[in-house]
């Protein structure tokens, strides 16, 4: 088997036989010309499936170890595939620290199904949260914004005995650091926006399986409901995917800096960063990752605001929402990403900041957040 650098470069990918072409072709027609009735090499019409795209999903499926991958137009795109899936009256159990869009998606479009949420680090209470209606577990691991980690494997164990699927959005960690179809995972959900890409330049989604059933179920959802990317999209994508191993060593690392110079620091109240040894998930993060990511939030002693000053003071890490890029970003969540959840048992601590740790030199970024942190004492 490939290592993952190589598939990475390659899966889905060979040469174009026409051309010669290293790159994959971006694949502009919407419709492709049959010989004959119903014969045809493979495409019929873009929404159904185009060359570009399946290159990208025959390379992402590989990454995470997945005989099906199907691409989306976004990483919500991708988990509303997923919940459709499921029948009216369903319950399914999902983590206590949520994705903002994740609840709204849940909150006011799936309205059809159930759900309670649960810190999903302790086993106990996901049981206690059960229903005989459950049907699946939805983790993040880790979580946004707190980074909280939960036990991948357990989770699946807990969730077949009870006949029950789980999810893992995989995205804070990328195929990259972590495998959750290894670890028992029955479906991977990406934003493919941000690490995958990497460059604050395209929106996308993804859902990665093994099982045929649910593949080809999500497979005519892709179909039927058309929330599918452009070529020019996945085309960005695969581009980004390449240099996703030392993207993500140089994230890491960063990450690390950054978390040890805020655990540090007199302003600070909580630091969030599974690398640290302090980090109430981090032995788990240490078996079934294989680095820690680039993602560090942390909590402000002044409360609100000295969070928004803080946010508000900063020259290199950017004040803007989304992750997983070259440039460092920050961003207040309560008020940002996870605004949706505000008023629910979900709502983020305003005194959090989240941030999205850079491929900029290390030293810089952490004199530009010493920098902004004076501001508050």
């Known amino acids: ?41 493979g495409f019929e019409y873009s929404r159904t499936g185009n060359p570009t ?13 997945a005989a099906y991958g199907s691409a989306f137009a976004s990483g919500l795109a991708a988990e509303d595939a997923v919940l459709r899936t499921l029948a009216a009256g369903d319950h399914l159990v999902v983590g206590d620290n949520l994705y903002g869009g994740t609840h709204r998606l849940l909150a006011q479009v799936h309205t059809q ?21 459950t049907r699946l577990v939805w983790v993040e691991t880790p979580s946004n914004p707190h980074l909280w980690i939960a ?8 969730a077949h005995d009870r006949g029950a699927r789980l999810v893992v959005d995989n995205t804070f960690a990328t195929p990259y650091l972590q495998s959750p179809l290894a670890l028992g995972a029955d479906v991977v959900v990406h934003s493919t926006t941000k690490y995958l890409g990497g460059h604050s330049d395209v929106v996308g ?24 990317p452009g070529p020019f999209d996945c085309f960005l994508v695969l581009r980004g995917v390449k240099t996703l191993a030392v993207r993500m060593d140089r994230h890491s690392a960063n990450a690390r800096r950054v978390a040890d110079a805020l655990a540090g620091h007199g302003a600070v109240g909580s630091v969030f960063y599974p690398g640290l040894p302090a980090h109430p998930g981090h032995e788990i993060a240490a078996a079934q ?49 996870h605004a949706s959840v505000a008023g629910s048992p979900l709502a983020v601590d305003p005194a959090l900041l989240r941030l999205s740790v850079g491929l900029e030199d290390a030293d810089d970024l952490l004199e530009d957040l010493d920098r902004a942190l004076a501001v508050v004492g």
Do not use: Y
């Open 151 to 158: 036990d991948i494997a357990a989770l699946a164990g807990l």
């Open 53 to 65: 795209r399946a290159a990208l999903e025959t390379c992402v499926a590989a990454l995470e170890g």
């Open 205 to 228: 989604g993804f859902v990665a399986t093994n099982d045929p059933d649910l593949a080809a179920r999500v497979a005519a959802l892709q179909n039927s409901v058309g929330a599918v």
């Open 1 to 41: 088997m490939p290592g993952f650098d190589t598939l990475a470069i390659h899966a889905g990918q060979p040469p174009d036989p026409a051309t010669g072409s290293v790159v994959p072709a971006i694949h502009l027609a919407t419709t492709f010309a049959q010989s004959a009735v119903g014969e045809h090499k």
């Open 289 to 337: 990752m294989r680095g820690f990511g680039g993602m560090v939030s942390f909590t402000l002693r002044g409360g609100e605001a000295a969070a928004l000053k803080v946010a508000g003071s900063t020259r290199l890490f950017t004040l803007a929402e989304s992750l997983g890029a070259v440039e460092s970003l920050i961003e207040h969540p309560s008020r940002m990403t």
């Open 113 to 133: 199904l159930s759900v309670s949420s649960a810190p999903l680090s302790d086993l106990a209470a996901v049981e206690a949260a059960w229903r005989p209606t």
